[in-house]
């Protein structure tokens, strides 16, 4: 794997599935490959924790940005799990960057990403008064 090397991909497909909403610039997407997929056994799925699946990479020249590779060109240079970081979106593409590194700390990432961030349930000013 060319870990050295930036690799850029694009997220196509989104809009059968949850949109653009999961792709908030700079978040973490994991990917895993799947291929017992019967319409392309290079298929690389795009998920994320208590959603599921949120695209796919793109594989063909009509659904890819120019400068990213498609699934097939880094199949074989990514492992089987992997993460993708949100660099920019479009109306029909989210345009990622592969994310080498520990993938202890990627998971701590993404756990983050998905916390709740107005955690404020249990605030005593919210109370209902009747």
């Known amino acids: 794997m060319a870990k050295n090397k930036n690799i850029f991909v694009t997220i196509t497909g989104f809009q059968h599935y ?5 792709f ?5 997407i994991r990917c895993a490959k799947e291929p ?26 009509q659904t890819k940005a120019g400068g990213t590779e498609s699934a097939s060109r880094i199949y ?15 109306c029909t593409k989210i345009i990622c960057r592969v ?3 520990d ?9 983050s990403q ?8 249990d605030d005593e000013d919210d109370e209902i008064q009747f």
């Open 18 to 22: 949850y949109g653009r909403e999961p």
């Open 24 to 28: 908030q610039i700079g978040n973490l």
């Open 36 to 61: 017992s997929n019967p319409y392309d056994s290079d298929a690389i799925r795009a998920f994320l924790p208590y959603i599921g699946k949120v695209g796919y990479i793109a594989n063909s020249p």
């Open 76 to 90: 074989e240079r990514v492992p089987k799990r992997f993460y993708v970081r949100v660099l920019f979106t479009t």
């Open 99 to 101: 994310e080498f590194g």
């Open 103 to 111: 993938m202890s700390d990627l998971n701590a990432e993404l756990e």
């Open 114 to 121: 998905t916390e709740d961030k107005w955690d404020d349930w």
